[in-house]
């Protein structure tokens, strides 16, 4: 009898902090225009030309942003891009660029940081953008990502969170709450495992909500959308912290308050059904759970017949003025309740709250 034998795998420190970023790096092709110069030097060259660059960055820690023991590393490479890249979407600013560091612990192969940039260049495939550089160093505190994304637009076209006027709707892309209940279905199936190994993962009838937690998507197609109708949002903000946390950021920003309808919120069946299956108010998962990636905008009321009805959008609620504050209107009723920022917070945990 034989015994298979596990692949040898190879440690980082066998190539070295540069010889690891060659490694990795060497097959991301540049298609940009604007990247005159990629890895491999001191620093990268960016020419926008005559348009503005824009600027995001963002830090996922192991145990804080993520948990390796159900996101597999190619999915989180993808997601770690998209994170950057709905920031840049918006901006309603073209994606063009990312620079990727690494802190990462001995406990980690080569071979595992390569699936880690397999999916780091799936993404950036699907939004054609370049990786033009970034840096490694060892860790103490398993696996740390810094992705910083570079966009350049014409100056006006750039959205800002601080457009708002009162009467101004307020729009959402897709739909809201299936990363938070995909990220449930994974928390569960995870304790179940530890609790017992051989039990396999009942994950059967999930895959959209999950795909939402493990996969996201960057709403990079909707700046096309909005040229196409015509419409230039007045402010924007992508969903990462859940729907109310985002309300309240153009409210402070923009400096006018906002009436939510509740009944007006989209969501998909399948969100609804599993956070009944977990006693969880629905909108609540919309409200407060974060990591949807979809994006929030306020637009003129002179653009609702331009929007109305459209498939990819859905008009939510709309501006007032500061002073009568932020609240849901609930749903067959005149209630009001009060909008609070319940979402997720790095320093303080999921502030989730039913």
Known sequence: MFEDKQPELTPISKLGEFGLIKHLTEHFPLSNESSELGVGDDAA????????????????????????????????GYKAVVV??????????TPTQILVSLAVSNRFPVEALEELYSGIQAACGRYKVDLIGGDT???NAGLVMSITAVGIENEENIVKRSGAQPNDLLVVTGDLGGAYMGLQILEREHAVFLADPNMQPEMAGFDYILERQLKPEARTDVKGILEQLDIKPTSMIDISDGLASEILHLSDQSKVGFRLYEE?????????????????????????????????????????????????FTIIGHAVDKEEGNFMVAR?????????????????????ND
Request: net charge negative.
């Open 137 to 139: 160093t060892s860790s």
């Open 84 to 93: 950057n890249l709905s920031d840049i979407a918006a901006m309603n600013a």
């Open 264 to 312: 007006k919120i989209p969501m998909d069946n399948l969100t609804i059904t599993t956070a009944d299956d977990f006693n969880l108010n629905p909108v609540m998962t919309a409200l407060s759970g974060g990591e949807d990636y979809e994006l929030l905008f306020t637009i003129s009321p002179n653009d609702f017949d331009k929007m109305k009805n459209h498939p990819d």
């Open 45 to 76: 060259v960016i020419n926008p030309g005559n348009k503005k660059v824009v600027l995001t960055t963002d830090v996922l820690a192991e145990g804080v942003h993520f948990n390796l023991g159900y996101v597999p590393l190619k999915h989180l």
């Open 332 to 352: 067959g009723s005149n209630q009001l309740v009060a909008l609070t920022a319940q979402g997720w917070d790095a320093f303080l945990g999921n502030q989730y």
